[in-house]
């Protein structure tokens, strides 16, 4: 299925983004080109914008595109994508208590997230 998209505009991450280099390995272990036509984009309301406005594909959190009745999913498993988020924060030093209550945010969304997918394991095909 992925070959008979080539035809359509995509929006990818840019080069050298760890999500990049995975769908170019996706492409690849098909033995397709990346699409010629495409945009390169890493803010997801631009990425929605073009999405919305135009006939273009793109690899984004199923979660987001689920929410959004404007967009729909195709059935195009990207299983070998992963699905880790990460937070970076300095080694040295706590979090300040600002940050902290944002860690805390971010884990309890992250739950909630994790107990969506697990009630409905259809949103991981």
């Avoid at 050298?16 to 036509?37: C, I, N």
């Avoid at 990460?86 to 969304?109: I, K």
């Amino acid at each position: 299925m992925l070959g008979e998209l080539l035809g359509y505009p995509w929006v990818l991450p840019v080069d050298q983004t760890a999500l990049r280099g995975e769908l170019e390995d996706v492409f690849a272990a098909q033995g397709l080109p990346l699409p010629a036509d495409l945009v390169e984009c890493t803010s997801m309301p631009t990425l929605r914008g073009l999405l919305l406005e135009g006939d273009a594909i793109a690899a984004m959190p199923m979660l987001i595109a689920d929410e959004d009745d404007r967009l729909a999913m195709l059935d195009t498993p990207l299983r070998s994508v992963s699905r880790l988020v990460g937070v970076t924060v300095a080694r040295n030093r706590a979090p300040s208590p600002g940050a902290e209550l944002l860690l805390e945010q971010l884990r309890e969304v992250a739950a909630e997230i994790r107990r969506r997918v697990a009630d409905e394991p259809d949103m991981l095909k």
